[in-house]
Each structure stands twice: as C-alpha cells, then as structure tokens.
C-alpha cells in the first residue's frame, strides 16, 4: 500500500507541476512578446530621432546657403539697375532730353 501512495504522491507533483507550466508559459511569453514590443518602439525611436536630427541640421544649412543666395541675387540685382539707369540715361541725352537720375536704394 505504501508503493502506491508513493505513486500518487509522483503523480500529485506531475499534475502540479503540469499546471504551473500551463499556467506560467503564456504569462511568461506575454511578457516577452512586451519586452520584444518594447525594443522594437525603443529602435524606432532612436531611428526618428536620428533621422530628425539630421534633417534639422540640412534645414539649417538650407537657411545659411538659401541667404547668401538671395544676398548675392540682390547685389547682382542692384547692378543691373544701375547698368538700366546708366543706358537710359544715355539713351535721353542721345534724344536731347534729360532725365533725373534715381537714388540708389
């Protein structure tokens, strides 16, 4: 009678321990599908981030050429006036009238 309270007693921890891992693999794969999640967002993350700071610093660099571009449209501009000024002036004077030269800006 003994040998076969001794296997209950095996058969009670088997069924014990089936129910642990029944119970225990989908928590423990829940949390590793969460800390699996979590990585992926963290990677995100750092690529926008990135990829944001990269884009600041082209921005940046845009706006410092996109000035100098525009200063040196502008002298060139101012050039080009003074060259019309200059023509009309002599076309007015070939016509014999004159007309009265603009200020510069």
Do not use: C
């Not at 969460?34 to 750092?46: C, S």
């Amino acid at each position: 009678m003994e040998a076969a309270i001794s296997w209950q007693v095996v058969l009670a921890l088997i069924v014990i321990f089936g129910l642990l891992a029944v119970v225990l693999k989908p928590v423990v794969s829940y949390f590793k599908q969460e800390k699996e999640n979590a990585v992926k967002l963290n990677t995100t993350l750092v690529t926008l981030e990135l990829t944001l700071k990269s884009l600041q610093e082209q921005l940046k660099s845009f706006g410092k050429d996109n000035d100098k571009e525009h200063e040196e449209i502008f002298d060139k501009l101012d050039d080009h006036e003074e060259t019309l000024q200059d023509h009309e002036l002599a076309i007015s004077e070939l016509r014999g009238t004159s007309i009265p030269r603009a200020s510069k800006r």
